[in-house]
């Protein structure tokens, strides 16, 4: 970097996202410096806020897990302990924990112009103080940690029992003996059911919509063979690439033969459930027009089988002082309720990001290459895939922005920026092909993607692989600019 500032990149998250691009910083880019701002007291993000009970990984950790750090745990669908366990590892291993600034908030983000670098205020428990930084990854997710999408769930405050939302879940919750109500249908309630239903005295998931479910194993048979007879870098890449492919050839089977995917996994409910299967397992859309839910070793189904959870689908009427009345006239005891109605999302944090003082307006522009954005500098973005692990974007990302950054050093440049005339002929299309209501009700807040790379919020893992090896840095699109030389004096 040709200026001086107090940090290089400045990272705004320690969860997978952060972590990886600290760790691509470190392998690709020494003697960058850089800070990851965490406005919790720990690491993990996701992993560290949700604790309701038997949270877990929806994806498979060969895929979840870093590119250049293998999980080498017994079991691939992982409690998320053991995701933490692995997350603080990498973190402690690779001395990443020294550049993590705990119980600091990224409040703004203003791009200066005149000095090519952001002015953040960022506040931890002390004060609001101001950083410089050369570039912005903004790695916080894509929702929304402190307000949780309200279902606006009609006469809510008549009930007497406890109500609660998994992502702010009580320490010390008794329901040993219980009856609980969970509301909501995705993969939050399916965890929490089987996992409540081992003390409570009866779990009743309550659904508007069924969703599509499929169980698998929680332990990945070839990843543990084959570390039995490879190195351990080999086996989970191999197992990986495996992974990978098949969830790639099993969601364009969905989308290209959709009734016969249908068929297929409603044959599959039955010969899981038998006698208790019924029309609340089948879905009005086709499958992955929203997120496959995965049962890890049947746990979901088991629960239902042994009487000790079962699935109502209705609409809620209202409620009483011990239960739920839905608009079918049947009535649910409850003496807990669990509000998995789903997340709200959040770009960037909740950052206020400006340049020169004028509020971005994400709406207004484009993504470039699934990370950074038209005519903004400096600045790059996580948003995982919704048909994939979070982290294969993730990763992407990391290697991609560092190979970036070398060649503004390469180039000498103070800033870079995807450049978008006015006057372009692109295309708006959706940029998640997917109905799922938490996306479909932040759609006034996403930037445009196009039909064609790189100016498409791609959710093609391996097309984007393809895309990041072929297309150079130097593309022609990016552009590589220079501060002045009397300003860069000054």
């Excluded at 990854?137 to 029992?161: C, I, N, V, W």
């Excluded at 659904?207 to 698998?216: D, L, V």
């Excluded at 895939?385 to 991609?400: E, H, I, K, V």
Aim: proline letters at 6%; a neutral charge.
């Amino acid at each position: 970097m040709t200026r001086e500032a107090d940090l290089d990149v400045a990272i705004v998250g320690a969860g997978i996202s952060g972590i990886s691009m600290a760790a691509h910083l470190q392998m690709m880019c020494p003697g960058t410096s850089f800070a990851l701002f965490e406005r919790r007291e720990a690491i993990g993000g996701t992993w560290d806020l949700f604790r309701y009970p038997g949270v877990r990984s929806d994806s498979d950790m060969q895929t979840l897990g870093f590119r250049f750090e293998p999980w080498i745990h017994e079991k691939a669908i992982a409690d998320g302990d053991a995701i933490l366990e692995y997350l603080n590892r990498t973190v402690r291993e690779r001395g990443i924990d020294k550049h993590i600034r705990f119980g600091t908030k990224v409040v703004t983000a203003d791009w200066r112009s005149a000095e090519a670098w952001w002015r953040l205020t960022v506040e931890d428990d002390k004060s609001w103080h101001e950083v410089t930084t050369r570039f912005l990854y903004l790695a916080s997710g894509y929702y929304d940690y402190d307000d949780p999408h309200d279902a606006q769930l009609p006469g809510l405050g008549k009930f007497g029992g406890e109500v609660i939302h998994p992502q702010f879940w009580p320490a010390q919750l008794d329901y040993t003996g219980k009856q609980v109500v969970v509301i909501g249908s995705g993969a939050t309630a399916v965890t929490i059911v089987p996992a409540m239903a081992e003390q409570a005295a009866h779990v009743t998931m309550l659904q508007r919509t069924p969703t599509w479910m499929a169980s698998g194993p929680s332990r990945d048979a070839t990843a543990n063979r084959l570390r039995k007879w490879l190195p351990e870098w080999l086996a989970y890449w191999i197992t990986r690439q495996k992974n990978i492919r098949l969830r790639q050839y099993f969601f364009k089977k969905a989308r290209s033969e959709p009734d016969k995917v249908a068929q297929y996994l409603a044959g599959k409910l039955r010969e899981e459930l038998g006698e208790n299967y019924s029309a609340d397992y089948q879905p009005p859309y086709n499958p992955w027009d929203q997120r496959l839910c995965l049962v890890p070793d049947s746990d979901f189904f088991e629960a239902v089988k042994a009487g000790k959870a079962s699935i109502v689908t209705g609409q809620i009427a209202g409620f009483d002082k011990d239960g739920v009345r839905l608009t079918s006239g049947e009535r649910l005891p409850a003496d807990i309720l669990i509000t998995a109605t789903g997340l709200r999302l959040s770009l960037g944090g909740k950052v206020a990001v400006s340049i020169d003082g004028k509020p971005v307006d994400w709406t207004e522009h484009w993504f470039y290459r699934g990370c950074m954005f038209s005519n903004v500098p400096n600045l790059a973005i996580v948003f995982g895939y919704l048909n994939a692990s979070w982290t294969l974007r993730a990763d992407n990302n990391s290697d991609y922005v560092c190979r970036v950054l070398n060649r503004m050093r390469d180039k000498r440049a103070d800033v870079v920026v995807p450049y978008l005339p006015v006057d372009h002929d692109l295309e708006i299309v959706e940029p998640f092909p997917f109905s799922s209501g938490y996306l479909q009700r932040a759609k006034h807040m996403i930037p445009k993607s196009a039909p064609i790379l790189p100016w498409r919020l791609n959710q093609d893992y391996l097309e984007d692989c393809r895309d990041f090896r072929k297309r150079p840095v130097d593309d022609g699109v990016l552009r590589f600019e220079k501060l002045p030389s009397a300003t860069r004096a000054a």
